[in-house]
């Protein structure tokens, strides 16, 4: 376990809290990171249903799953076995059962059936399937919201979380120099990315690193001006942009990075006027940004910035970040954009990233930060600038 038992137990303590907010008598958590977050349980397993289940007495939470990775509850989570639940490998992919009917069974059986239960409603993976499944298994339909309870829990980070997101940060730094190292005229973009992979996987010497929630977003041309594409097989030529949003991964705690990067010594007036601005409005956002600010207060500091100069972004510039498994980094719960009231506190942890996209061109600059006592501190340390490529 990558986290003392006494974490865990506080981590419970809370979530608890939460669910006596909300009057909420159990709760079934289908997000895989927030499985992970309340028992350590780590596999690639969540392609197929597995649930934990929580109630407001028991010490321990309970995690159903497949009965082949039970084992890997065994290897990697800090529950005893008699709370680690195999279901039959008959339920898996048929028409007629369902892993989530065997759930609601096991929760009557418990003596459960009766209780005001919660569940993860827009988890990726519990799906309109598992719903009805669920109440299938319950004999009953009337379960309650419990959506993002535990996210938002998650907001606070102890310091062995912010031990492992500040070696995530170093393995961006060096995932991110590859980058620049590798993209090059006639360089195919995938044996770029390959290269870049390669560094996100080996870390540190002192600390491995692990696959990401999110694969690098590496649009070329005029395609920098999409926020979420990834590579092509095609070279990179002379004279054309490319963005780089990646990130380091320690132990299932990110760090993404964003840079961008031209392939010449004499880039467009226009991009490089767009990422001094840009840099700029990041820099004056990050130095403005202390505790007790809302999100919606931080955008709006970066949104005069930019408007200076005519500058105009619609969609937000930053969201939380720590724990998380595909097919997101980001925790769901705040967004710094105009009007959100969400309060900052020391030891929350986001990504702001000051991407500006227009029709055919974009510039990405961004940095992963824990909210301090005073200010903030960046995960990694890396320069914000338009990197010319010659």
């Not at 009337?142 to 393995?171: C, P, Q, Y």
């Not at 619609?314 to 954009?337: A, V």
């Amino acid at each position: 376990m990558h986290f003392p038992r006494e974490e865990f137990l506080e981590r419970i303590r809370k979530v608890r809290a939460a669910m006596q907010a909300r009057e909420l008598e159990l709760l079934v958590v289908a997000d895989p990171a927030n499985i992970h977050y309340l028992t350590g349980y780590d596999g690639w397993s969540f392609y197929t249903p597995q649930v934990v289940l929580l109630d407001l007495e028991e010490e321990q939470p309970t995690w159903i799953g497949r009965i082949i990775d039970r084992n890997g509850g065994r290897h990697t989570a800090w529950i005893d076995e008699d709370h680690l639940i195999g279901y039959p490998d008959t339920l898996i992919h048929v028409a007629d059962n369902h892993p989530l009917r065997f759930v609601g069974e096991w929760i009557r059986g418990r003596g459960w059936g009766g209780r005001r239960i919660g569940v993860e409603k827009d988890a990726y993976y519990y799906t309109v399937r598992w719903h009805e499944e669920l109440q299938r298994g319950l004999g009953r339909g009337d379960l309650h919201d419990g959506d993002l309870l535990v996210n938002h829990v998650r907001a606070v980070k102890s310091e062995r979380e912010i031990d492992l997101m500040r070696e995530a940060g170093r393995i961006a730094e060096k995932a991110m120099q590859t980058a620049l190292e590798a993209v090059r005229p006639g360089v195919r973009e995938c044996d770029a990315v390959a290269e870049i992979t390669r560094a996100e996987i080996r870390g540190l010497p002192e600390a491995g690193g692990d696959y990401p929630a999110i694969v690098p977003m590496m649009p070329t041309g005029a395609k920098t001006s999409a926020a979420h594409l990834t590579w092509t097989d095609e070279p990179y030529r002379a004279d054309q942009p490319v963005n780089l949003e990646l990130a380091g991964c320690r132990l299932r705690y990110h760090s993404p990075l964003a840079r961008t990067a031209y392939l010449g010594s004499q880039p467009p007036a226009a991009l490089a006027e767009l990422a001094d601005r840009t840099v700029e409005g990041l820099n004056t956002t990050l130095d403005a940004i202390r505790p007790g600010m809302t999100c919606g207060e931080v955008e709006g500091v970066w949104r005069e910035s930019i408007a200076r100069f005519g500058l105009k972004k619609e969609s937000r510039i930053g969201y939380p970040i720590g724990l998380s498994y595909p097919p997101d980094w980001g925790e769901r719960t705040k967004s710094f954009r105009p009007g959100d009231p969400n309060v900052l506190a020391p030891n929350m942890t986001f990504h702001m990233i000051a991407g500006m996209w227009f029709d055919d061109y974009g510039f990405e600059c961004s940095e992963a930060f824990r909210v301090t006592d005073s200010g903030v501190e960046t995960f990694a340390d890396f320069p914000r600038q338009l990197f010319l490529l010659e």
